[in-house]
């Protein structure tokens, strides 16, 4: 189970990081020549996100009890913590993407509010990747005796946060290039 779930959390999540950090640098610092790979790049990080947290659910043993989160807090576990950041930048991924549905069906109202709070939208992304990236470092800092002393640092919450930016900019790559060259586009 420990393997499992360190590959489908602390990687798998990884790789959808490039969904806040092509939306920081499209929106936050104004660089639109990354546009084109804006939305493929959310979608990637939204359907990440919804299989981790689908297999998290049958990871639990108890998926019909995910919604005590919601009324029984316990502030002081990292785990509270990152379920809430989760469905959290779900909902916020979900709202990013959705203008590509309200194009399709052509729905001009939804459309104008969520790009009217979307820079809003993409700062609140930002925290909650953030904060859900390095807890997950920070679980790690909790049982120190576990990890070698070769790898255990302080300073792992940073190390979770700055590899899952390089991950994720990683899968962008990947992607962009993989779809560039089956639809023969050029970028």
Request: proline share 6%.
């Amino acid at each position: 189970w420990g393997i499992w779930i360190s590959f489908d959390m602390m990687s798998g999540v990884g790789l959808a990081a490039g969904a806040f950090t092509v939306a920081a640098i499209v929106y936050v610092f104004n660089l639109k020549k990354l546009y084109p790979i804006l939305r493929p790049t959310i979608l990637t990080g939204f359907i990440s996100y919804i299989l981790a947290a689908l297999t998290l659910l049958v990871d639990l043993g108890f998926p019909q009890r995910i919604w005590h989160l919601i009324p029984y807090w316990n502030i002081h576990s990292p785990l509270f913590e990152i379920g809430w950041c989760v469905m959290l930048y779900t909902t916020v991924l979900l709202l990013e993407f959705s203008p590509v549905l309200f194009e399709a069906l052509g729905w001009k109202a939804p459309l104008k509010l969520i790009r009217s709070i979307t820079i809003p939208l993409v700062i609140l992304g930002v925290m909650l990747s953030t904060l859900h990236q390095s807890t997950l470092g920070t679980m790690m800092t909790i049982l120190p005796y576990r990890i070698h002393p070769l790898w255990y640092s302080g300073l792992l919450p940073v190390y979770y946060f700055l590899t899952a930016i390089a991950a994720g900019m990683a899968m962008t790559v990947f992607e962009t290039y993989h779809s560039a060259r089956t639809y023969q586009q050029k970028f």
